[in-house]
């Protein structure tokens, strides 16, 4: 069940980066991408959400382990997926 949830946060982790990319594209180069006005909506939904989740789950993360910049720089890219792979790589106690 482990190595499953580790590949659905990984497929997770990497459409996130592809609405990042979308997102950041629709601003840089709108005549190359699809829908930018939404690719631009999409972008800033995401920088607000993961804005907010870095506050929320930075002491959290930051108790267990690691930096404080790392973790916001995770959580600001991967969001909650982020904290799920935290989670994943504790072991059960």
């Not at 459409?15 to 690719?39: D, N, R």
């Not at 995401?46 to 790392?70: C, D, N, P, Q, Y």
């Amino acid at each position: 069940m482990f190595g499953a949830m580790k590949v659905a946060i990984a497929v997770g982790k990497l459409g996130v980066l592809a609405l990042w990319a979308w997102g950041i594209a629709s601003f840089v180069a709108p005549t190359a991408v699809p829908a930018p006005e939404i690719g631009r909506m999409v972008f800033l939904g995401l920088l607000a959400v993961h804005v907010v989740e870095v506050f929320a789950f930075a002491r959290k993360l930051t108790a267990a382990g690691g930096s404080l910049g790392g973790h916001a720089w995770q959580l600001l890219l991967f969001g909650f997926l982020h904290v799920l792979g935290q989670k994943q790589d504790t072991p059960a106690t």
